[in-house]
């Protein structure tokens, strides 16, 4: 056998090798699922967070308001609209934050408990998969209580 041929057919074992393993660690995986939105909905926090984002917006449009209405020029009231857009938007990521940081850690406390290996969006999911959702909302309110 030709050096090249023995070369190849060693790749092609290897190949074949990762190949099988990785099937058999697939098959070792648990999919579990949850509706995000209505975990985050369901969040003890949520609400509040909500009601704080909107004072946020409000605040954010008065100022541009403001500023827009010292101006005459349409470039300049487009540079205020975006940058109070922009700041709003900061704003509520910072009030969201700790809501997401919350619910990660109750979807991996979750999944570790019910040996859970991958945690997918049941909206992308066609079939199967263990519903973690209310797991995850049980959780998440025994934490923030």
């Known amino acids: 056998m030709s050096r090249s041929r023995k070369t190849i057919s060693v790749l092609a074992l290897g190949v074949l090798v990762v190949v099988v393993l990785a099937g058999l660690a697939t098959a070792a995986e648990s999919i579990g699922v949850i509706d995000p939105q209505k975990v985050l909905f369901q969040h003890p926090k949520?609400?509040?967070?909500?009601?704080?984002?909107?004072?946020?917006v409000e605040k954010k449009q008065a100022e541009a308001k403001a500023?827009?209405?010292?101006?005459?020029?349409?470039?300049?009231?487009q540079k205020i609209f975006e940058t109070k857009r922009q700041e709003a938007a900061r704003e509520e990521q910072k009030l969201m934050e700790p809501l997401f940081k919350d619910i990660d850690l109750a979807i991996r406390t979750v999944a570790k408990a019910k040996k859970i290996t991958i945690v997918l969006d049941k909206g992308q999911v066609f079939f199967g998969g263990i519903d973690l959702t209310e797991d995850v909302i049980l959780e998440l309110k025994k934490k923030n209580s």
């Open 46 to 56: 949520f609400e509040q967070a909500q009601k704080q984002i909107k004072a946020v």
């Open 67 to 77: 500023a827009m209405d010292k101006t005459t020029d349409n470039n300049e009231k």
